[in-house]
């Protein structure tokens, strides 16, 4: 699976951006799907995941209430909307992904998985 993260800009606090995870190659439709990101000088930071099915739907407290993770597999397309942006949300955000889902200190991740190029959000004070 090849994917390839993009949405990314420059936004000032209080906005919003819908990020996309597009995916080629074998069967997306079977794959959960994380966003991570990282800020520089800071380790990658689990940000959200969703199901195969798009029926179950995990986040990381720090944007719990303000992003959306969500897919369409007919489009081969995970989405991330985030609202209410805040500065310290910089960062490059990156998509993985795996037919199974680690879980280990209140993070998802892909065992075995496949990660994509990121995409850079930015947002201004």
């Known amino acids: 699976v090849h994917l390839q993260a993009s949405g990314g800009g420059l936004v000032r606090a209080g906005d919003s951006l819908r990020l996309s995870c597009k995916a080629s190659?074998?069967?997306?439709?079977?794959?959960?799907v994380v966003w991570f990101r990282q800020a520089p000088g800071k380790e990658r930071e689990y940000v959200a995941a969703?199901?195969?099915?798009?029926?179950?739907?995990y986040y990381a407290d720090s944007v719990k209430g303000r992003f959306t993770v969500s897919r369409d597999n007919a489009k081969n397309t995970v989405y991330l909307r985030m609202n209410s942006l805040k500065p310290e949300d910089t960062a490059v955000y990156l998509c993985?992904?795996?037919?199974?889902?680690?879980?280990?200190?209140?993070?998802?991740?892909?065992?075995?998985?496949?990660w994509g190029q990121g995409t850079q959000v930015t947002v201004s004070s």
């Open positions: 969703i199901s195969w099915d798009g029926g179950n739907a």
């Open positions: 993985g992904a795996a037919q199974t889902l680690g879980y280990k200190g209140g993070s998802y991740y892909p065992q075995n998985g496949f």
């Open positions: 190659g074998r069967t997306f439709s079977s794959y959960a």
